[in-house]
Nanobody, 130 residues
Framework: QVQLVESGGGLVQAGGSLRLSCAVS????????MGWFRQAPGKEREFVAA????????YYADSVKGRFTISRDNAKNTLYLQMNSLKPEDTAVYYC???????????????????????WGQGTQVTVSS
């Protein structure tokens, strides 16, 4: 059974930073691409960032590019999202998700689609105050 557990969320002032973690159970973490999504109240879940199995390729939503960094430690079965220069519009529940394979065959088009992922965490709340 694959389980994904996010942590690191919280309340931060605008301009601050947070680092989210996603611990993944199982021995096959290295075999899969991973992604982060978020969902704000009253809005649909949206893509934030994604990373291939080796970390060799990353993808970002335009809204977070240059501020957020996705990374992974395959030895620790952990995915990270470093969030800097946070804005009130970043407020949302953040979810990590496991992809179907090591890569995104369709590149960004695949990475940003929720249908590309088959396991999801329960989410961690990030609140950015103005």
């Amino acid at each position: 059974q694959v389980q994904l557990v996010e942590s690191g969320g919280g309340l931060v002032q605008a301009g601050g930073s947070l680092r989210l973690s996603c611990a993944v159970s199982g021995r096959t973490f290295i075999d899969y691409a991973m992604g982060w999504f978020r969902q704000a109240p009253g809005k649909e879940r949206e893509f934030v960032a994604a990373i291939t199995w080796s970390g060799g390729r990353t993808y970002y939503a335009d809204s977070v590019k240059g501020r957020f960094t996705i990374s992974r430690d395959n030895a620790k079965n952990t995915l990270y999202l470093q969030m800097n220069s946070l804005k009130p519009e970043d407020t949302a529940v953040y979810y990590c998700a496991r992809g179907h394979s090591q890569y995104y065959t369709g590149g960004m088009y695949s990475a940003r689609s929720p249908h590309e992922y088959n396991y999801w965490g329960q989410g961690t709340q990030v609140t950015v105050s103005s």
